[in-house]
């Protein structure tokens, strides 16, 4: 039986088999009871209607409208929120910063001193020719030697032995991580839609992110200076996320641009303004590394600035996430998280991963294949739920297509065991059911590490689907973290 965030079966009860709200959910619970659904879907309509109005949309790669024109999709909005306690958050937040602090070790690591290759502790090869490796970075020094200055994990939970739920990190996004936007707006839906549960509940709040965004940011502008000129760098308004991008440049009162509005001279940075040139000090790039320089990577990247490369490696500019970071959320590199806590801060993890076969090992390769049908097997540089077979919902055909794949280049997967997502309570269509969550914190390295309170969760809507990427037809909710 999973583990379900909302109730827990209570064995004890004659009747058999009956669920009560665990404590945290109780007043929720009995809230919820109270509900017409009348009431519920009308809210549900209402919160479409608004996110509709205010464009919160995604862009689907791969997909026309009539028109030739990329297909735009509401991320769809469940109004029952998922909650956590207080002391659940703080191991949480404790696991999340020891995590990231060993990335941004180890990504300095790889560029300098490499000492963890040296060690053996992971594959050279593994990072070295990784696609994600930048030699460009070598001996490049950032500010405060940080990489990862935006950093988004991944949380899944499932039952433990005990019945009880345990969180594993499922992957680190460390390049250019995306959502934030959404765990924004769909808490002010909430606050909209339910005011009365935020006198009910002290809910810890998310609003002030974008404060805490841009103070990280000034944070890693280069010489320390003390009004840095900061910039979002958007590809543009194609961009499945370019919603997300424009909302947090008028958050945080910054320029959002694209690379055409920046030119690079004498090694340093600038943004052609109407009253001129003004210098840039920091770079929020949400463009992956390729296309951030034509002169230094893709000669054919119409979404960059020449010269940017120089320019950094000079120290004149920063650019969040630096360049390179992407070896370390690479999926062939997720197994080895572990020993770098250890190695670097001298800990036990504080937070697992979920166990992972390297299909690069003869013998991972071997039991993957003799257990397609049982695994999820992931393109090692894949991403948006693209690239994986999730074995027990596929057919033997597709089984089948996905083996010949595996065995013409097993050092692009890794395999990891299907995992029983957490569920909660969700608002379908035929009325609330429970479907598989995850989270994704976001977590901020600065002079100091910070996080607001929460993150993003994402529902997978389909019943029995375990993924819940919105590419694939996941939603969102609302994540509330209880103040003590």
């Known amino acids: 039986m999973g583990f379900d965030e909302m109730y827990v079966v209570n064995s004890q009860v004659a009747s058999g088999q009956s669920a009560v709200a665990r404590s945290h959910y109780q007043a929720y619970a009995e809230w919820l009871a109270r509900q017409v659904d009348a009431t519920m879907q009308a809210r549900r309509a209402e919160a479409e209607v608004i996110f509709r ?10 997909e026309k409208d009539e ?19 207080s002391n659940e958050w703080a191991g949480l937040q404790r696991g999340l910063t020891q995590r990231v602090a060993a990335l941004n070790h180890f990504v300095h690591d790889v560029y300098h001193g490499q000492e963890i290759l040296k060690k053996g ?24 030697n940080i990489y990862s200055h935006i950093s988004g994990i991944d949380i899944v939970r499932a039952a433990n032995s005990q019945g009880g739920g345990e969180y594993y990190v499922l992957e680190d996004n460390l390049r250019v991580p995306s959502g934030v936007s959404y765990m924004i707006e769909d808490r002010k839906m909430m606050m909209r839609l339910f005011p009365d549960l935020f006198s009910t509940y002290s809910v810890a709040p998310v609003a002030h992110y974008p404060d805490l965004l841009l103070e990280t940011l000034r944070d890693a502008s280069p010489g320390g200076r003390s009004q840095p000129n900061v910039v979002v760098l958007t590809p543009g308004m194609y961009n499945s996320a370019y919603f997300e991008h424009a909302f947090l440049a008028q958050q945080m009162g910054v320029e959002l641009v694209e690379g055409k509005d920046l030119f690079v001279k004498d090694r340093y940075v600038y943004m052609r303004t109407t009253r001129g040139p003004k210098q840039v000090d920091v770079i929020y790039r949400r463009v992956d590394d390729d296309f951030l320089d034509p002169a230094a990577f893709r000669v054919d990247s119409t979404l960059g600035c020449a010269g940017l490369m120089d320019a950094y490696k000079a120290g004149h500019v920063t650019v969040c996430n630096a360049i390179g970071t992407g070896v370390a959320d690479d999926k062939s590199i997720y197994p080895y998280v572990p020993a770098m806590i250890e190695f670097y801060l001298g800990e036990k993890p504080i937070l697992n991963n979920v166990p992972t076969y390297m299909c690069r090992k003869p013998e991972d390769l071997a039991y993957t294949l003799a ?18 077979l999730v074995g027990p919902a596929s057919t033997k055909a597709e089984i089948e297509t996905f083996r010949s794949q595996l065995l013409a280049h097993p050092e692009l997967y890794i395999a990891q065991p299907t995992l029983s997502l957490s569920t909660c309570p969700t608002y379908v269509e035929s009325g609330i059911a429970p479907r598989h969550i995850d989270l994704r ?18 529902v997978a809507l389909k019943e029995g689907s375990l993924v819940v990427n919105s590419s694939q037809g996941g939603g969102t909710k609302d994540t509330w973290v209880l103040e003590a």
Do not use: C, W
């Open 53 to 62: 109005r205010v464009g919160i949309t995604f862009a689907v790669y791969g």
């Open 67 to 85: 028109d030739g024109s990329g297909t735009e999709r509401l991320i769809p909005f469940d109004v029952i929120p998922r909650i956590i306690s």
């Open 121 to 144: 502790l992971i594959p050279s090869e593994q990072v070295l020719q990784n696609v994600q490796f930048r030699p460009e970075m070598m001996g490049v020094n950032v500010p405060g």
């Open 371 to 388: 257990h397609l049908g049982e695994l999820v097997v992931k393109q090692v540089h894949g991403a948006g739920g693209y690239g994986m």
């Open 441 to 458: 914190p976001f977590v901020l390295s600065g002079k100091t590490v910070q996080m607001v309170p929460g993150g993003l969760t994402r």
